[in-house]
């Protein structure tokens, strides 16, 4: 072996020259991480399933129900108060569907979690207790104002009242066709005027105009294929 002098490799590099001899000498390092795959484009994305059990029957209400019957079962212009509801009855309406109601099936809501629903349904139609008379001379704290909120983003009333049917991509279901991409005009009239039997018509009482305009460009911008 020549010898190599300082001209060659500096001392400072001797040293970590020979740090790096010793380390080669370490355990061999272990198989590389496998990647993980990536969808190809375009592909439908699978539901993760999630890993958290049934979901509660407050979560599964807003995701699937307040759309149409409202935030607490009271009913809307689409469709009737269901708060109060008998569970069983709820149950068999629920994988029934009926009307413009779609049907859930176990995919979407599983058997537990029907179990949950039907029990918080019930429970919306709870009377509210009365409140506590106040003893004489104490005045009653003001009930604060509720902060007024602006109008939705189109996202948010997609979620809300479209996506029970036409998928949360608006790619389409098994009742409700592929909507991505349609223009803003078709979006616009058909939810104002429905279809007969398949698809509610919404006012403006649920979704207004300036909300509207929002869903029609978020839907006009969704990606189709
Ligand atoms: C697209 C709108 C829509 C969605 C979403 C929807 N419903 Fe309905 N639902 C209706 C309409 C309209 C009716 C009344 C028509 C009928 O009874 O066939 C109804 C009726 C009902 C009834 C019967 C009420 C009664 O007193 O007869 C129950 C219970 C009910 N829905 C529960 C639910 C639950 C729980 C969900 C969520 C998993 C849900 N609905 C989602 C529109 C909807
Ligand atoms: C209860 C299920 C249901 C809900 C909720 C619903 N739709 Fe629909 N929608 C349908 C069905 C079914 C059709 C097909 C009707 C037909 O045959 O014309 C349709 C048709 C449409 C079309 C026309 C599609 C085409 O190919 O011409 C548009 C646009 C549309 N829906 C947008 C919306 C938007 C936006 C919302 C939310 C505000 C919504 N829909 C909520 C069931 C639904």
Redesign the pocket.
């Known amino acids: 072996m020549p010898a190599f002098s300082a001209a060659q490799i500096s001392d400072a590099e001797l040293a970590l020259l020979a740090d790096y001899v010793y380390g080669l000498g370490g355990p061999a390092p272990g198989p590389a991480p496998t990647p993980t795959p990536t969808p190809p484009p375009g592909a439908t994305p699978t539901p993760t399933p999630s890993p958290t059990g049934p979901r509660a029957g407050a979560t ?2 807003s995701t ?2 307040a ?3 409202g935030a607490n079962g009271q009913g809307t212009a ?3 108060r ?1 708060a109060g ?1 008998a569970p069983a ?2 149950t068999a ?2 994988r029934s569907g ?5 049907a ?1 099936g176990a995919a979407q ?1 599983s058997d537990a979690e029907l179990a949950l ?1 039907a029990d918080y ?1 019930y429970g919306l139609g709870a009377p509210t207790p009365t409140p506590t008379p106040l003893p004489p001379g104490v005045t009653p704290t003001p009930t604060p104002t509720p902060t007024p909120t602006g109008p939705r983003d189109g996202a948010t009333v997609f979620a809300t009242y479209c996506a ?2 036409h998928g949360a991509y608006g790619q389409g279901t098994s009742t409700a066709p592929d909507i991505a991409g349609k223009s803003r005009s078709d979006v616009r009239e058909k939810v104002r005027k429905g279809k007969e039997g398949r698809m ?1 018509a919404f006012g403006r009482e649920l979704i207004s105009n300036v909300e509207l305009d929002a869903l029609a460009t978020y839907v006009r911008n969704l990606p189709s294929d």
């Open positions: 599964v209400f699937y129900c759309g149409c019957h689409v469709a009737p269901n509801t009855l709820v309406k629920v009926g009307g413009i109601m779609p859930f809501i629903l349904v029970v049917c509610p």
